[in-house]
């Protein structure tokens, strides 16, 4: 092969490879104007790319947002579970100033006074050489009147009477928290009814 007929090869692929890259610049030219030209129209007004934009948008949107509540609904079970687990704790210690912090000043017991149940609450206290106690958090929800808490769940407890064999009792609990700085205060207690006597 002679020295022109190289030269005149080497010039023939250099001029195909700038019509392959000129024709593939093109070609993404003309993908990014199909993919502007819808938003454009979405925000200009107008034209069969705004409905769909607009879905997309809309899509993503709700997306976003219900993931946001769902991390929401997380932290909040969490800190009730957190609070649940302090509220047992310090009803098993027997220490009734403790156990009596974690209620609101108008609390109610099964409908009274949660003041007037502390002498009760002290009488058992004195009585149960030890105990275990557990409430497990079924459901939840902000009541839209009010803000406050109201939960529902199932207590178990285990306690030993000075004297006595171990007992065991369990049954359905619900209580209305307030909120107090990072954590909750009891306002309403209700229980299936328990009693040591």
């Not at 205060?185 to 328990?194: A, D, G, H, M, W």
């Amino acid at each position: 092969m002679s020295i022109k007929s190289l030269n005149d090869f080497m010039k023939k692929l250099r001029h195909e490879k700038i019509m392959k890259n000129t024709i593939t610049v093109l070609f993404v030219f003309l993908i990014l104007i199909g993919c502007v030209r819808p938003y454009q129209e979405s925000v200009l007004g107008g034209g069969s790319g705004d409905k769909t934009f607009q879905k997309l948008e809309t899509s993503s949107g709700e997306k976003l947002k219900e993931a946001k509540r769902n991390q929401e609904l997380l932290k909040q079970a969490s800190r009730l579970r957190s609070f649940l687990l302090l509220y047992c704790r310090a009803y098993e210690s027997k220490n009734l100033n403790k156990f009596s912090a974690f209620f609101a000043s108008d609390a109610t017991e099964n409908n009274k006074p949660f003041h007037e149940y502390l002498p009760r609450y002290r009488r058992n206290f004195q009585r149960i050489e030890s105990l275990t106690y557990r409430i497990v958090l079924d459901s939840y929800s902000l009541n839209p009147d009010t803000g406050n808490i109201e939960l529902k769940g199932k207590y178990f407890i285990k306690y030993l009477l000075k004297g006595q064999a171990w007992k065991e009792n369990n049954g359905i609990i619900s209580m209305e928290l307030i909120k107090n700085g990072d954590s909750y205060l009891v306002k309403r207690l209700n229980y299936s009814f328990l009693s040591l006597e």
